[in-house]
Structures are given as C-alpha cells and as structure tokens.
C-alpha cells in the first residue's frame, strides 16, 4: 500500500449523491461483521447526514481527476468520488480531560482498495480534527471485521473500550426465554 494520487478534498453539495450510495454499500458490506444497520432503509438518514457534513465541512471525499474531463470553461470536471471519511469533535455534556474527535464511516470503493486512499483519507481526517483542537482521536470497527481492524492498527489506533452486545430475541418480559426454561428461583 503505497502513496496514492488521489486527491482528498471537502466534500461538495455535488457529492452527495454519490457518497450517500457509498455509505449503503458500506453498511450493507457491514452486515457480513455483525452490523445491525440496514443499509437501503436509512438512506435518508444517511443524507441529511452527508449534506448537514458538507454544510460543516466534516466530510471529506477522495478523487482524482476524470481522464477524459469535460470542461465548462471554469476547468476540468472531477471525477465521483472513490472514498469519503466522516469526522467531528465530539460534543457532549461531559468534561474531559482531552478534546476528542471522531472518525467515521471511512470508506473506499472495493475495486481501489489497497492503493493508500484509505490511509489518505484518515490521514486528513486526523489533520483536520487536530486544527479543529482535538488532542486524540477515536473510531469505532465491527469486532468481527478483521481487515478493518488490522488497517486501523497499522495507524496507529489501540483498542480503547470494548462494547458487550447480547440479542435478546427468545427472552420475554420477565428474563425467561420463550420456551419457559430459565430460571425461576426467586
């Protein structure tokens, strides 16, 4: 995994589209790990998310130059882009011993993965967040997803928290399973 020519850049209102269509590959690509999202049923969700980002400048999307670009007198047109990252200082409540910002939803289009866009895009997000006054940075990835665990790592990133999930299908209201076993010891 090299350097790679892609250029990483704020997203645009033109980019919408095609990120919102990335983040549903994304998570429905997710669900082989575990990921309860479903993917196509939160598209507008994920929209709103996207422009209220580009509104901010917390999203930014990795492109390079279409080889055959039409110009409209104002120079070439981009290509769409091949990857996005979503970022932010975490707001809350809470007072912390740091300022810490967030990445998420990195995401690079399978047929360039493993060209360095990944690691282009994450390396922009954590400039961004640092200008932006955080002092450390945080990312969540799917217990069961090993590749993106391994890429996370390679940059630097340690497991902090670890989520316990449990599915509580087969269990009623009063913690038996639907069966009737359980236990009934008071």
Same mark, same amino acid.
């Given at each position: 995994?090299?350097?790679?020519?892609?250029?990483?850049?704020?997203?645009?209102?033109?980019? $919408?589209?095609?990120?919102?269509?990335?983040?549903?590959?994304?998570?429905? +690509?997710?669900?082989?790990?575990?990921?309860?999202?479903?993917?196509?049923?939160?598209?507008?969700?994920?929209?709103?998310?996207?422009?209220?980002?580009?509104?901010? +400048?917390?999203?930014?999307?990795?492109? *390079?130059?279409?080889?055959?670009?039409?110009?409209?007198?104002?120079?070439?047109?981009?290509?769409?882009?091949?990857? =996005?990252?979503? =970022?932010?200082?975490?707001? +809350?409540?809470?007072?912390?011993?740091? $300022?810490?910002?967030?990445?998420?939803?990195?995401? $690079?289009?399978?047929?360039?993965?493993?060209?360095?866009?990944?690691?282009? /895009? /994450?390396?922009?997000?954590?400039?961004? /967040?640092? *200008?932006?006054?955080?002092?450390? $940075?945080?990312? *969540?990835?799917?217990?069961?997803?090993?590749?993106?665990?391994? =890429?996370?790592?390679?940059?630097?990133?340690?497991?902090?928290?670890?989520?316990?999930?449990?599915?509580?299908?087969?269990?009623?209201?009063?913690?038996?399973?639907?069966?009737?076993?359980?236990? *009934?010891?008071?």
């Amino acid at each position: 995994m090299g350097e790679t020519d892609a250029r990483i850049e704020p997203a645009t209102a033109d980019d $919408v589209d095609a990120v919102v269509d990335m983040w549903v590959t994304l998570a429905a +690509g997710q669900r082989e790990h575990g990921a309860t999202l479903r993917a196509e049923a939160n598209r507008a969700a994920v929209r709103e998310w996207v422009a209220q980002s580009v509104v901010t +400048g917390e999203l930014l999307v990795a492109r *390079e130059p279409a080889p055959d670009a039409e110009t409209d007198g104002s120079g070439d047109r981009d290509a769409d882009p091949v990857g =996005f990252v979503g =970022f932010s200082l975490e707001r +809350g409540d809470y007072e912390r011993d740091a $300022v810490r910002g967030t990445v998420s939803n990195l995401f $690079v289009v399978p047929e360039r993965r493993g060209e360095g866009i990944g690691a282009a /895009l /994450l390396d922009a997000a954590e400039r961004a /967040l640092a *200008e932006a006054g955080a002092d450390r $940075v945080a990312l *969540e990835a799917l217990a069961d997803n090993d590749r993106a665990r391994a =890429f996370y790592a390679e940059h630097g990133y340690d497991s902090h928290r670890v989520e316990l999930t449990k599915s509580l299908s087969g269990v009623n209201g009063d913690g038996r399973s639907d069966d009737g076993s359980g236990d *009934e010891s008071d």
